[in-house]
DNA sequence: ATGAAAGCGCTAACAC
DNA sequence: GTGTTAGCGCTTTCAT
């Protein structure tokens, strides 16, 4: 038995097509007796509206691109389920896009958009082809901010982030602080770096750049930045590293040289991922608000598509800093100061 | 200006709208002239097909719904990728479903495919509604058998997995072995634990029931498992894990009791997730081929919606053993004999 | 309050 | 080889 359609509901009802659409849509627009009889011939042929149809005569999709940098990176997992749950309540569809570091991967899911596949996109890539700037479809950028484009935007103030990080060490009595860094290209990056050179200066400290060590984000990174800086012998009492990966990373090193967490170094990290959690004690990191993050681009980008008046152009959200076991107390004692 | 149609090309070309259709899928039914002409117009006014129409007409969707458990598993992360993956080669959608345990969101995403939102679903909860049962889209199963339903589906054969890691704790010599198991509700978690009871009596070990012990998959279960296996001094050497994050919890629970891994305790995760590498040492385990499983799971829903003859009714993936750092031949000596 | 009819943009018979 | 035409299933004027 082929699926009922509007039109057999119709028929059913004794009503015409129209009379239907407004049953569902506009009910209070029919008479009740009406309405009753339509109602029962929907229920009685178990119509469901095409929606496929309905959006192709509504010249809309409900659907729109979440576009990550890594799909795999464990960072997006709370974001994937802010996004697609704000989207789930609005009645809109989330599509997975993977831009892998490519442009021509970008262009395809901007593309997306123009060929009425989705409405708009939340872009988490931390960048847009040049090519592709001039027409952009309607897009909320999280995160990244993207230099020379004044787009819809939520983040968080990652130097802000990063001084709470480095002021919580210095309050611990560290005066020797690396910052791991990442390839220091992007915004987030430089701008955590900021807000830790910042803190340093602010608690008049010297900034030494010896300790700046750039990584990619990822533990291996971490791992070998510590490994040439325990081989450099440049001392150091305390590690803020601009990613939990990193952080991780550094921490394996330090415990494979003979070094314990917290006593010897102390770690903070950034981004409170499932990595925090499973390194051993806790590690003490940024948590960024991801659930919050995805939830509040998917509430963005619907109010630019349903064209709401008071869509904001940009939003800032809180992070927070969780002390869990990886930062302790510098040791103060002589001795230290004469092994540096 | 309004984005170019079919219709704008035609007169442009001066052909009919059909014409303009041929040129651009089957481009060989024109003549070469006619054919130039036209993709010169295409051209001339930047004209991309309309994909919504296109599929409205073609009664399709080009889009598939990955409906998982729980969005943020980390387990999932390379299946994204993975299904991503084929489904941009093969010109598919996929769209972002997460069940979150909820009947109610299951029937919902089901729903989708009835409602012509996507042309079917790959389905990883490990559990389907009765109610939607009877009848079901397109689907394929992955990673979890679904008892009562024979459905096509890629997995793993997880009591062979758990024989595998059992038989590499056998080896080195553990004899007392615990199993550390999920709720015991599902049927990996089940098969999980058959592989261990037969690697165990495959090698003439008794059993011994003290030695299995129920979490939830998740971190604190392991720790808390562990906690109390501890306190009871039931005697033991090494851990199999039905999951990485309890593997992991349950090595911070040891250390926290002054035990080292694997000197002391041996332990073998399961899955080889993002845990895996962010323990120290590296976490021995199995390690499932996600990436494989989501480019599978997509192949095998695209060949059932296409109609693809040799479309098979069922692909079983193979796993492999990682040997890391938690791994270490059992002390047989007398010490430790009277220990126990 | 309801119906008739146009049409969203495209494809695929079916003609010629 | 190319054009004509009939829709895909629905919503929404515009009449009545």
């Not at 484009?149 to 210095?170: G, K, Q, S, T």
């Not at 390194?279 to 064209?307: C, F, N, W």
């Amino acid at each position: 038995m082929a699926t009922p359609t509007i039109r057999s509901v119709a028929e059913l009802a004794g009503v015409s097509t129209a009379t239907v659409s407004r049953a569902l849509t506009h009910p209070e627009k029919l008479r009740p007796d009406t309405r009753r009889r339509v109602l029962e011939a929907v229920e009685r042929l178990g119509f469901v509206p095409n929606r496929q149809a309905v959006d192709f005569r509504r010249q809309a999709t409900k659907t729109v691109i979440l576009l990550v940098r890594d799909i795999t990176n464990p960072f997006y997992l709370d974001i994937y389920k802010g996004v697609e749950e704000f989207a789930f309540e609005a009645g809109y569809k989330v599509l997975m896009g993977d831009a892998r570091y490519d442009d021509a991967r970008i262009a395809h899911y901007v593309d997306m958009v123009r060929n009425k596949q989705a409405d708009g996109l939340i872009v988490m890539t931390g960048w847009i082809p040049e090519a592709l700037r001039q027409s952009l479809p309607p897009i909320v950028i999280a995160l990244q901010m993207i230099a020379d484009l004044d787009l819809p935007m939520v983040h968080i103030d990652n130097a802000a982030a990063a001084r709470l990080a480095v002021e919580h060490l210095i309050g611990l009595g560290h005066t020797r602080i690396v910052n791991l860094t990442g390839p220091m290209h992007e915004m987030i990056d430089l701008e955590r770096n900021r807000g830790y050179r910042e803190a340093l200066e602010a608690a008049g400290l010297p900034f030494d750049p010896a300790l700046e060590i750039a990584g990619n984000f990822r533990l291996a990174s971490g791992q070998a930045a510590m490994r040439d800086l325990l081989a450099s012998g440049i001392p150091f009492s305390a590690i803020f590293s601009n990613s939990d990966e990193m952080a991780v990373g550094a921490i394996t090193e330090l415990h494979a040289s003979g070094r314990r967490v917290p006593e010897d170094v102390s770690v903070v990290g950034f981004d409170d991922t499932v990595f925090a959690s499973a390194v051993d004690p806790g590690l003490t990191t940024i948590r960024q608000p991801q659930h919050e993050i995805g939830r509040s681009a998917m509430r963005m980008l619907i109010g630019i598509l349903e064209d709401r008046p008071a869509a904001p152009g940009r939003i800032e959200l809180p992070v927070e800093l969780m002390v869990r076991g990886t930062t302790a107390p510098a040791i103060t004692a002589p001795a230290r100061l004469r092994a540096q």
